[in-house]
């Protein structure tokens, strides 16, 4: 060791400047459990980022080709384990669009009260997973609570908290229950007065509002170039909606608006997820109205709708006909398709090709969040270190989405 | 809309554009893979394309066919609304020789989409700035998603990677590891021990 008396100018004073290499990931806790960064760091400015993504890849779309259509909706549910109902939703609705079928109206309705209560979901989890990043660990257990809210209500309509399966080519697994309609109004006002609540804890909070104004921004042109969809491309003050812009369903005929952000940085981001769930509030009640108490909820199809247990163990038509659909399964004219709706994330869509067998032939999954993630490159890339973990959590990346 | 596009291509590029059609609202343009990356320019840079956003950007395997790989991009406008599929067809029956132009100067979607079709169907995009697998390994063997890859077989396992320029230690060795599972450091006394164990 170096004398500590030696003067000033005799001793070597030198800054090491060679940059640091630092690997954050794929155990990180900020790094959602499965990307990894190698970062180049300055001091403690990100100077070059490269993101890794791939760890939670399962190979999904190699899995769909060697089962039939039907078995596909497992598999789209446990790509975002954090709004399935839309996924499943968004499946079905593009194997109709090729079987050239319009699911029945109750159906319809029904399709949209489970997605959006699966949207509110979404950005309940990504807020309150933001805040919680940030040390606020209050806000993220309320919000958790609300959402086991939202998981309770899908338990009693499908049987399943999580991955639900619950959709099925021209309908539903089963039809509404009874109790769903005051259930969701329930759930949806113990949501919103979270919400209003968390905004309280939240927005009046110095330390909270430092992290997220003015860190992680993105423009416009290169949120579009890369592809960014969703509410991460609203913030950026585009209104693309696909529920908007293309309406599928019967989106054409709620009201509700498209919150757009200015600053299209990480609190913008975090505020339009808010300002979503109150569209998703408004979505809700319109549809709980239209929803019919009784009527068909599956097409009348026997080619793709599954006869009812009585009539399979009691006549031969129905057996045939059950075991039709489950052996050979669906039979989809041969083509392809595009389908996209509005996922938790952005545009979930859907290219299917189909040689006109019971098997697809290609499922291609269009994730929101694996074209997001490639930009969370541009988003970190200057800024500093510790700004990295709001802007990832901003960005609400799901793991099996982005690697499949 | 999306229909005058279609005439638009075709007017534009008469020899390149190989056919069309349309199927449940989507148009589809089939061009030659010469012709991708022009085709790819014409769509973003003229006005009445205006595409400014690449949605998607995949391959389809047909083994039976030659060329055997469709590659499919689907565009969007955000400005317009209009949509377009765009396909090319690459690759001989064997699966070599599966190269097309990149459209990463284009959009920047393209060059994460493109490296994913790169991995998963081994299809090389000319001109990609950075073409590396990236859902699997890189010691992965084979391209996953071709329609000849042998789902039922195992990958060979994987030497410990060796990276030039950073010192690091092998995982699970005697001096990196849990201090309670195994020995963290070496005991200068060992040797002596041992000598008088024996």
Known sequence: MEPLDQELDEAELEMPTEPMLLNVGPAHPAMHGTVRCVMELSGEIIEHVDVQVGYLHRGFEKMCERGTWTQVFPYVDRCNYVSPMLNNVGFALACEKMLGITVPERCQWYRMILGELARMSDHLTCDGAMAMELGAFTPFLWMIKAREMIWDLMEEETGARLTHSFGRVGGMASPPTEHLKENARAVVAHILSVVEECEKLLLGNRIFLDRLEGVGIISQEDAVSLGWTGPCLRATGIPYDVRKAHPYLRYDEVEFDVPVGSASDCFDRFMVRLAEIRQSARIIEQSIQRLADSGPVNVDDPRIILPPKEEVYNTIEGTIQHFKIVMEGIKIPAGEVYSYTEGGNGELGFYLVSDGSGTPYRVRIRPPCFLITAGLERVITGQMMADVVPSFGSLNMIGGECDR | ?198
């Open chain 2, 1 to 198: 809309m999306s229909k005058l596009l279609v005439d638009l291509l075709n007017k534009k590029f008469p020899t390149a554009v190989l056919e069309t059609h349309s199927l449940y609202g989507d148009e589809t343009v089939v061009v030659e893979a010469s012709a991708w990356k022009e085709v790819a320019r014409f769509l973003r840079e003229s006005p009445q394309a205006n595409m400014d956003m690449l949605t998607d950007l995949t391959a389809v395997d047909f083994p039976d066919r030659d060329p055997r790989f469709e590659i499919v991009a689907h565009f969007y406008s955000l400005a317009k609304g209009h949509r377009l599929r765009l396909k090319t067809r690459v690759g001989d029956p064997e699966g070599e020789d599966v190269e097309v132009d990149s459209i990463t100067d284009f959009w920047a979607s393209a060059n994460w989409l493109e490296r994913e079709a790169y991995d998963l169907f081994g299809v090389i995009f000319i001109g990609h700035p950075d073409l590396r697998r990236i859902l699997m390994y890189p010691e992965f063997e084979g391209h996953p998603l071709r329609k000849d890859y042998p789902a039922d077989r195992i990958q060979p396992l994987i030497a410990y990677r060796d990276v030039p320029n950073i010192e690091k230690i092998a995982p699970f060795s005697v001096d990196e590891g849990m201090s309670f599972g195994r020995q963290t450091h070496s005991h200068p006394k060992k040797d002596s021990d041992d000598s008088r164990v024996n």
